[in-house]
């Protein structure tokens, strides 16, 4: 199995940054693509940022200029530095990747148990 861990959020004010990471471990042999998603209360879960093997990266609308998503492919991390938080940043991150866990495998998809980022007004 491929287990993701995230650290990094916690309570900011508006303006201020938090830097989120996320370490998979366990039986990889390939990650495709990681990323960030978010859910907010009452709110479907939405792709925050993701990264490929390669480093082509994609943003939500709503976060370009302001987060930057990066990625350790030697540690098999990925990072989440999100400057200039506002109010509607605030909800539970996941981190998701698409991985094999051995030459051949079918490519799944994994997910973290999530991290809270509450950015107060």
């Known amino acids: 199995q491929v287990q993701l861990v995230e650290s990094g959020g916690g309570l900011v004010q508006a303006g201020g940054s938090l830097r989120l990471s996320c370490a998979a471990s366990?039986?990889?042999?390939?990650?495709?693509?990681i990323g960030w998603y978010r859910q907010a209360p009452g709110v479907q879960r939405e792709l925050v940022a993701g990264?490929?093997?390669?480093?082509?990266?994609n943003y939500a609308d709503s976060v370009k200029g302001r987060f930057t998503i990066s990625r350790d492919n030697a540690k098999n991390t990925v990072y989440l530095q999100m400057n200039n938080l506002k109010p509607e940043d605030t909800g539970v991150y996941f981190c998701?990747?698409?991985?094999?866990?051995?030459?051949?495998?079918?490519?799944?998809?994994?997910w973290g148990q999530g991290t809270q980022v509450t950015v107060s007004s």
């Open positions: 366990g039986s990889i042999f390939s990650i495709r693509t």
């Open positions: 990264i490929s093997s390669e480093g082509s990266t």
């Open positions: 998701n990747c698409l991985a094999v866990r051995y030459s051949g495998d079918y490519w799944r998809e994994y």
